[in-house]
């Protein structure tokens, strides 16, 4: 009987993740549950207290660290959010290369705008006509 070896393959494992947890995420976990260990080592309590606060936070920061936010490590997650409000911007349908070249979007917007547009400018269009009949007899 001979003994046959099977090398996993990179899909299965990846290869920067311990646990399948990404290696970035142990160490910000292991980082954040030192700095609350050394904040919780700052407080004058009694030694029974501190060790029950670090068993108690210094977990929960560990594990909080390894799970991340929204599949991402946690100092990602806050980058973003913080690239995210200082770039915030509105957004229009049109840009401001509209503004400048309607002439050149006029027929491109009636081609292929949307059923609801095409139908309020059909009415609006006939709105005038009828408001021009209208006023032409009163004139009169």
């Keep these: 009987m001979s003994k046959s070896t099977y090398r996993i393959s990179g899909n299965v494992v990846k290869e ?13 976990g292991a980082v954040f549950a030192l700095i609350v260990f050394w904040i919780i080592q700052q407080i004058p309590f009694t030694t029974t207290v501190k ?17 991340g936010i929204k599949n991402r490590a946690v100092t990602e997650f806050l980058v973003d959010e913080i690239k995210f409000l200082k770039n915030r911007r509105r957004l229009h349908l049109r840009g401001p290369e509209y503004e400048r070249n309607k002439k050149e979007y006029k027929h491109y ?18 709105l005038r006509q009828v408001a021009g009949e209208t006023g032409e007899e009163e004139g009169r």
């Design 16 to 28: 920067s993740s311990i646990l399948g947890i990404p290696l970035r995420n142990w160490i910000e």
């Design 51 to 67: 060790n029950i606060f670090r068993v108690i936070y210094c977990g929960a920061v560990f594990i909080g660290g390894l799970i």
């Design 109 to 126: 917007e009636v081609g292929h705008s949307s059923i609801a547009r095409r139908k309020f400018d059909e009415a609006m269009a006939r």
